[in-house]
């Protein structure tokens, strides 16, 4: 796999002009959404790059990271001009990286992009690790490739505009990286306060969570093994989610990780001895931070069969990513139904639902 390179600074303009007066290329294409054409795209128009650069926009949001959408960039860069020897920015959320990642990937067989994610979640999930793709026939990100973005610039210089929920959703896969990291990188997370938006403080904080991500990617960059310690979280998440999908109240992806963090500190406790101590700051803060997910034991059998089904159980066993202590990674645990359902009335007490 080529090396790629991640640049974390807030001074976007300079890192773009660093990064493009090196590369050839005959024309450069934008990929926004409404939001950040709006909100992102003028912060860097004083960029010579940017300013020449022709700008392809798709509508914002998960349901639009879709064929339809895909196919109207193709077109886009297609029409204005674009061959192989084009060159991508993509300047959004996960939603322009995966899309764009993609349509940079296949049109004329694949020309290179550049990633500068502008939600945090993007910033420290989605832009870096090369996964690419769309949603098809209601299946997330059905349809797509694994190929890295040559560049990858993180910043915070666009947090401002960003919603808190946003922020919020982004700084739980945050917590994620930094309770498989270790005890200290997971201490400096919980004593920054989330909505205080100091957002030097909080670049200092992303790099270290990006690197944490671009490490295990780098061990295993196809998911074959070590890679899945990123599913902490999310066994219980993902059931979360698609639960809160079906009573027609849908919930940020990083609130159903926060809130999969709890069950799985809990199940590491019951499991592989977790500090209990650990578990209950835990709680407290994302309970502070993100409230709780509601559920009650009449919702246990249903919650248990989605985590059956979840992509990482191949056999209708619940698998899930868990902790001996912070850095103290264990893959492929697999957790009895019982044992899970423990797991929900400790969260329930800890979660005082
Ligand atoms: N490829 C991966 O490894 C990976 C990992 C995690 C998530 N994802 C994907 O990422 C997507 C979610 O990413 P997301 O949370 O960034 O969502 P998103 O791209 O939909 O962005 C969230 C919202 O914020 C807006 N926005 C973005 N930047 C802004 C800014 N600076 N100011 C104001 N508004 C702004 C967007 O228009 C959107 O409405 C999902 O499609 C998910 O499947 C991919
Ligand atoms: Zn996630």
């Given at each position: 796999?080529?090396?790629?390179?991640?640049?974390?600074?807030?001074?976007?303009?300079?890192?773009?002009?660093?990064?493009l007066?090196?590369?050839?290329?005959?024309?450069l294409f934008?990929?926004?959404?409404?939001?950040?054409?709006q909100?992102?795209?003028?912060?860097?128009?004083?960029?010579s790059?940017?300013?020449?650069?022709?700008?392809?926009?798709?509508?914002?949001?998960?349901?639009h990271k879709?064929?339809?959408?895909?196919?109207?960039?193709?077109?886009?860069?297609g029409e204005?001009?674009?061959?192989?020897?084009?060159?991508v920015i993509?300047?959004?959320g996960?939603v322009?990286?995966?899309?764009?990642?993609?349509?940079?990937?296949?049109?004329?067989?694949?020309?290179?992009f550049?990633?500068?994610?502008?939600?945090l979640?993007?910033?420290?999930?989605?832009?870096?690790?090369?996964?690419?793709?769309?949603?098809?026939?209601?299946?997330k990100?059905e349809?797509g490739?694994f190929?890295?973005?040559?560049?990858?610039?993180?910043?915070?210089?666009?947090?401002?505009?960003?919603?808190i929920?946003?922020?919020?959703?982004?700084?739980?896969?945050?917590?994620k990286?930094?309770?498989?990291?270790?005890q200290?990188?997971?201490?400096?997370?919980?004593?920054?306060?989330?909505?205080?938006?100091?957002?030097?403080?909080?670049?200092?904080?992303?790099?270290?969570?990006?690197e944490?991500?671009?490490?295990?990617v780098?061990?295993d960059?196809?998911e074959?093994g070590?890679?899945?310690?990123l599913?902490?979280g999310?066994?219980?998440?993902?059931?979360?989610?698609?639960?809160?999908?079906?009573?027609?109240?849908?919930?940020?992806?990083?609130?159903?990780?926060?809130?999969?963090?709890?069950?799985?500190?809990?199940?590491?406790?019951?499991?592989?001895?977790?500090?209990?101590?650990?578990?209950?700051?835990?709680?407290?803060?994302?309970?502070?931070?993100?409230?709780?997910?509601?559920?009650?034991?009449?919702?246990?059998d249903a919650l248990?069969?989605?985590?059956?089904?979840?992509?990482?159980?191949?056999?209708?066993?619940?698998?899930?990513?868990?902790?001996?202590?912070?850095?103290?990674?264990?893959?492929?645990?697999?957790?009895?139904?019982?044992?899970?359902?423990?797991?929900?009335?400790?969260?329930?007490?800890?979660?005082?639902?």
């Amino acid at each position: 796999m080529q090396h790629q390179n991640i640049l974390f600074t807030n001074n976007v303009s300079d890192a773009i002009t660093s990064i493009l007066k090196d590369k050839k290329f005959n024309r450069l294409f934008v990929i926004t959404d409404s939001n950040t054409r709006q909100h992102v795209l003028p912060l860097l128009a004083d960029n010579s790059f940017i300013a020449e650069a022709v700008n392809v926009n798709i509508e914002p949001g998960d349901i639009h990271k879709n064929l339809d959408s895909l196919a109207s960039v193709w077109q886009q860069i297609g029409e204005a001009g674009g061959t192989r020897h084009s060159m991508v920015i993509n300047l959004g959320g996960g939603v322009v990286t995966d899309l764009g990642g993609f349509a940079a990937s296949t049109f004329k067989r694949g020309i290179p992009f550049i990633n500068i994610p502008t939600t945090l979640l993007s910033a420290v999930d989605a832009a870096i690790g090369g996964k690419t793709g769309i949603n098809f026939r209601g299946l997330k990100n059905e349809i797509g490739v694994f190929n890295e973005a040559s560049d990858v610039i993180i910043s915070t210089a666009f947090i401002a505009t960003l919603p808190i929920e946003e922020v919020k959703s982004g700084y739980a896969e945050m917590l994620k990286h930094g309770l498989l990291k270790g005890q200290s990188a997971f201490d400096k997370l919980l004593n920054y306060d989330i909505t205080s938006g100091d957002p030097d403080h909080l670049l200092t904080l992303l790099q270290e969570s990006v690197e944490i991500k671009a490490d295990v990617v780098r061990q295993d960059p196809h998911e074959h093994g070590i890679r899945r310690a990123l599913n902490l979280g999310h066994t219980a998440g993902h059931a979360f989610e698609s639960y809160a999908m079906q009573r027609n109240a849908p919930i940020a992806h990083g609130y159903a990780v926060a809130w999969g963090l709890v069950i799985d500190a809990v199940l590491s406790h019951i499991v592989c001895h977790f500090d209990s101590k650990l578990i209950y700051r835990i709680a407290d803060y994302v309970l502070k931070n993100y409230g709780a997910f509601h559920f009650t034991c009449d919702d246990y059998d249903a919650l248990l069969e989605l985590m059956r089904h979840d992509k990482k159980s191949q056999h209708g066993e619940i698998n899930c990513t868990l902790l001996g202590a912070p850095g103290d990674i264990r893959i492929d645990c697999e957790i009895a139904p019982d044992t899970m359902k423990e797991a929900f009335d400790l969260y329930r007490d800890l979660m005082h639902i």
